[in-house]
Nanobody, 126 residues
Framework: QVQLVESGGGTVQPGGSLRVSCASP????????IGWFRQAPGKEREGVAC???????FYVDSVKGRFTVARSDDQKTVYLQLDNVKSEDTAVYYC????????????????????WGKGTLITVSS
């Protein structure tokens, strides 16, 4: 069974940067799509970014140009780099995967994935 662990959350000032990580102990994520989702207080969960098994990336409009998803060189970790953060980026961030290499990121970001981490909180505050 796939277990995903997020790390790197914290508090960041508006306009600042932060990087969160997603790892799966004992399992290589190299061949699977990885999505990043977030849930703000009182709001529904939303997908924000995804990297496909072929390393193409997808972003929703609200984070395009500010967030970057990438795999580590050893393919064991997937990062979400958040730049120029805004107060509305405050949320619990989750990574997720679906053990279907052909899964389309746009679809996955909209409808979710099968395996989820427990999340890491990012707070944007001055």
């Amino acid at each position: 069974q796939v277990q995903l662990v997020e790390s790197g959350g914290g508090t960041v000032q508006p306009g600042g940067s932060l990087r969160v990580s997603c790892a799966s102990p004992g399992v290589s994520l190299a061949n699977y799509p990885i999505g990043w989702f977030r849930q703000a207080p009182g709001k529904e969960r939303e997908g924000v970014a995804c990297i496909s098994s072929g390393d193409s990336t997808f972003y929703v409009d609200s984070v395009k140009g500010r967030f970057t998803v990438a795999r580590s060189d050893d393919q064991k970790t997937v990062y979400l780099q958040l730049d120029n953060v805004k107060s509305e980026d405050t949320a619990v961030y989750y990574c997720a995967t679906d053990l279907s290499p052909q899964l389309n990121c746009a679809i996955a970001t909209k409808y979710g994935m099968d395996y989820w981490g427990k999340g890491t909180l990012i707070t944007v505050s001055s």
